[in-house]
Nanobody, 125 residues
Framework: QVQLVESGGGLVQAGGSLRLSCAAS????????MGWFRQAPRKEREFVGI????????YYADSVKGRFTISRDNAKNTVYLQMNSLKPEDTAVYYC??????????????????WGQGTQVTVSS
């Protein structure tokens, strides 16, 4: 069992930046593939990006590619989502998630075993 807690959300103007953190506790953090998802009002939760457990590979949704960057510090049991050039359409609750199937590049909600509670990101125009 691993517990995930996101932080770093807030209100930012379009074009600004935020860095979200996801701190893990419980079981050892490093074996997990870590993903970020988001859910805007009245929309389904969607994939944002993923980082493999080694940190060597990342994948991003087309909508955030080139603007968002995932990193992880296994020593601190923390994964980060750096968000630059934010747009109003990035407004959502952002979630981190952990997948214990390390051979999978999961982009679907049901492929993840553990979820954080989410942190709100609001981008004003």
């Amino acid at each position: 069992q691993v517990q995930l807690v996101e932080s770093g959300g807030g209100l930012v103007q379009a074009g600004g930046s935020l860095r979200l953190s996801c701190a893990a506790s419980g079981r050892t953090f490093s074996p997990y593939v870590m993903g970020w998802f988001r859910q805007a009002p009245r929309k389904e939760r969607e994939f944002v990006g993923i980082m493999t457990r080694s940190g060597l590979r990342t994948y991003y949704a087309d909508s955030v590619k080139g603007r968002f960057t995932i990193s992880r510090d296994n020593a601190k049991n923390t994964v980060y989502l750096q968000m630059n050039s934010l747009k109003p359409e990035d407004t959502a609750v952002y979630y981190c998630a952990a997948d214990d199937n390390v051979g999978r590049i999961g982009t679907k909600n049901d492929e993840y075993d553990y979820w954080g509670q989410g942190t709100q990101v609001t981008v004003s125009s």
